[in-house]
């Protein structure tokens, strides 16, 4: 399933237009992602919790030329799922 599927699975349960599903989805994956770049966690009951993970700088090995690489600190995004999402894939 891809962004498309998911808006027109929006679009069937609200009976809306294909647009405003697209906007709707929109508008939650941006605000996920503000939140995020403001350090900020986003926690959905039932679902689960995205977060930032801050990975420390670091040296890194080449496989190529085994030449030793400094790897930068950053921050990667982070999602736990919640207990309710485990359970129903199982």
Request: charged letters at 30%.
């Amino acid at each position: 399933m891809n962004k498309a599927d998911l808006a027109d699975k929006i679009q069937e349960i609200m009976g809306d237009t294909k647009a405003a599903a697209e906007r709707i989805l929109d508008a939650v994956f941006e605000t996920i992602i503000t939140e995020l770049k403001g350090g900020r966690e986003v926690s959905i009951a039932g679902f689960g919790i995205f977060s930032i993970k801050k990975r420390a700088a670091r040296q890194a090995r080449n496989p190529k030329t085994g030449a030793t690489v400094q790897v930068p600190a950053t921050q990667v995004p982070k999602f736990r799922p919640a207990k309710a999402l485990k359970e129903a894939v199982k």
